[in-house]
């Protein structure tokens, strides 16, 4: 039951309570939330002077305390502070693992407190007893329930100030506790998961960034990121999107955006050109995510950023040794072709193609025996086999026949090549000996002759 503090007489320790105690029970809402509604209007009725016989009102008062704490699944206690007599429910009490009947002295409540928070929560109470605006509290402790089981509770309660001229005395505490434990473990759980998310962010190999969806603003990068573009993290966090993208990649950046906020697709994967602080130009494999919250409306963008700046150049390298090698097959004497494993046709030089009067996309994809006389391809297809089964190249004389009855003449060099995934291909490269041997023949006939 929640005691009220006793001395003499009812009506003289009323009446005395009126004058000296200034109660500010409308502020005991904050504390019980709605729930203690009725007790809260009784004690209020005593404090302007409407109350009927004292232990009737207070019994009610209690009763209504304990009925709306427990049916918030909290505990409710009063504690008379000048004679240090607690009162607890036995909702309370049951919070820390006592029987109903327990009787506790405030030392024994103590004792039950964690011994790492005990000289806290001590504390705590005692500098609110001395401020100004202590008539409020709350805080949270752990305790250990007799079993030995760790609970948290948070400690919700008012004092009461017994007021003589211009010193105060705490002389009474009204209070909920409430077993919290779930919530810390949930908490615990959310800031493990916070710091794992912090050191991935931050200690990433790749660029990670987070922008503001409405104002295209970077509002979080990571160190990688700010290594990319030569910037230190305060700069960057200051710069719009805008100011980071290639001119030529902006357009396509906003539109891929502006579709991520239209659910058309969940994710965006590109390849886009960054602009550094000294104006250099870098390449990154960008995967973009809109993060939306449970209304669905976005919060943030999130990037990430992986430098393929050197990939970038050495595929351009490549590019380049092809364009001076095609430049060289397109305009000499000599002509080129490829073939995969199975005798198709995979590249025609340009010389090729005129020499022999084809077109690439007619001849791509088709074997020789699609194109020249069965005899003639079995001969070409014959030499190719022999590149293959030695892995090495040769130089034959090869003599075909076309489709009109010309018998050319081509002195071919043949190799084998791998791709990068180990695909095996014949290559060739030949030199038309068609006139040097009509030349030849003639002089073995003239020869003759003589």
Request: proline share 3%; net charge negative; aromatic share 8%.
């Amino acid at each position: 039951m929640v005691r009220w503090p006793q001395s003499g007489s009812a009506q003289t320790d009323l009446e005395s309570f009126q004058r000296d105690v200034q109660f500010s029970f409308e502020g005991m809402l904050v504390l019980v939330v709605g729930a203690l509604s009725s007790a809260v209007a009784t004690m209020v009725a005593i404090r302007r002077g409407h109350f009927g016989p004292r232990e009737v009102m207070a019994r009610a008062s209690a009763e209504h305390f304990q009925r709306s704490a427990s049916a918030a699944e909290v505990g409710a206690y009063a504690y008379d502070i000048e004679r240090q007599i607690p009162d607890w429910s036995d909702a309370l009490k049951r919070l820390f693992g006592l029987p109903a009947d327990a009787a506790l002295t405030q030392e024994q409540i103590l004792e039950l407190i964690h011994p790492h928070d005990r000289e806290h929560y001590r504390q705590r109470l005692t500098g609110l007893f001395a401020s100004p605006d202590g008539s409020h509290y709350e805080c949270e402790f752990r305790i250990v329930r007799p079993e030995g089981n760790e609970r948290w509770l948070r400690d919700r309660g008012q004092f009461t100030f017994a007021l003589k001229g211009r010193l105060r005395r705490p002389v009474l505490a009204l209070g909920l506790m409430s077993d919290i434990t779930e919530k810390k473990f949930d908490e615990e759980l959310q800031l493990e998961s916070e710091a794992h998310h912090r050191a991935a962010f931050d200690g990433s190999a790749v660029g990670m960034c987070h922008t503001d969806p409405k104002t295209g603003h970077l509002l979080r990068v990571n160190h990688r990121f700010c290594q990319m573009l030569g910037y230190n993290n305060s700069e960057l966090v200051m710069l719009p999107c805008q100011d980071i993208v290639h001119p030529e990649d902006q357009a396509s950046v906003l539109e891929a955006i502006a579709s991520l906020r239209r659910r058309e697709f969940t994710e965006y994967q590109a390849e886009i050109r960054f602009v550094r602080k000294d104006a250099g130009c870098i390449w990154g494999d960008v995967t973009i995510n809109l993060v939306q919250d449970r209304v669905g409306q976005p919060v943030r963008i999130v990037a990430v950023i992986k430098d393929i700046t050197a990939h970038k150049q050495a595929e351009e390298k490549v590019r380049a040794t092809e364009r001076q090698l095609r430049a060289f097959l397109d305009n000499s004497a000599v002509y080129g072709w490829m073939k995969d494993e199975e005798g198709r046709y995979v590249f025609l030089s340009k010389n090729y193609q005129r020499h022999m009067a084809v077109r690439a996309e007619d001849m791509l994809g088709k074997t020789d025996f699609d194109y020249w006389p069965q005899q003639t391809a079995e001969q070409f297809r014959k030499n190719d086999q022999r590149v293959l089964a030695n892995d090495s190249a040769i130089e034959v004389l090869e003599e075909g026949e076309t489709m009109d009855g010309k018998h050319p003449w081509w002195l071919c060099h043949k190799f084998p090549y791998r791709d990068e995934t180990g695909k095996r291909f014949v290559g060739g490269l030949a030199v038309d000996l068609t006139e040097r041997k009509r030349i030849e023949e003639e002089l073995r006939e003239s020869e003759r002759r003589l």
